[in-house]
């Protein structure tokens, strides 16, 4: 995981951005792996792990009230944590993700080894992940990876300077 932070820290120095992180089910391993890499304050804003409406409310002040329709673990509220993240600590990148490492399925349905990331930023992209896995430790270690792969691509777009 590391290496993957790595790439994404120099991508974020090389264009002078700051990132953020809003994730759920990889339970910290993000924000972990990113101030992992040394330098790691002149990209990283902050991380928080939303694993709970309590944390939702408390740190983002994400109330669904003002969501209606919306719930945890789609790509709408990865992007709802991504975007607000960035919001909230004036960063140019959010990075989100919610979703059910197992060993069993969620509240909402979705089986085991489902999880929705989302970046926001001048790119702007969400994905799923299904890995029709209960192991719990993989499918964190899985789901952050793809957050991983998700930002990098976003941030190898070309920097446009107006």
């Known amino acids: 995981m590391i290496p993957r932070a790595a790439i994404l820290a120099q991508h974020l120095i090389r264009r002078g951005e700051t990132i953020a992180v809003a994730e759920s089910s990889t339970g910290g391993l993000v ?18 792990v939303i694993y709970t409406q309590y944390a939702r409310a408390g740190l983002l002040g994400i109330d669904f009230a ?22 909230k600590l004036g960063a140019d990148w959010g990075l ?4 059910a490492t197992g060993p069993t399925g ?10 929705c990331l989302a970046i926001a930023g001048a790119v702007a992209r969400t994905a799923t992940i299904e890995t029709g896995s209960g192991d719990r430790v993989a499918n964190m270690r899985t789901f952050a990876l793809a957050l991983f792969d998700l930002a990098i691509a976003a941030l190898e777009q070309p920097v446009s300077r107006a």
Do not use: K, Q
């Open 31 to 48: 924000s972990a792996a990113l101030l992992a890499v040394p330098g790691a304050s002149a990209y990283m804003r902050g991380g928080s």
């Open 66 to 87: 003002d969501h209606p329709g919306m719930r945890a673990s789609t790509e709408p509220y990865a992007a709802l944590l991504a975007t607000t993240v960035r919001e």
């Open 96 to 99: 989100g993700e919610s979703g």
């Open 106 to 115: 969620n509240r909402y349905g979705d089986a085991a080894g489902h999880s």
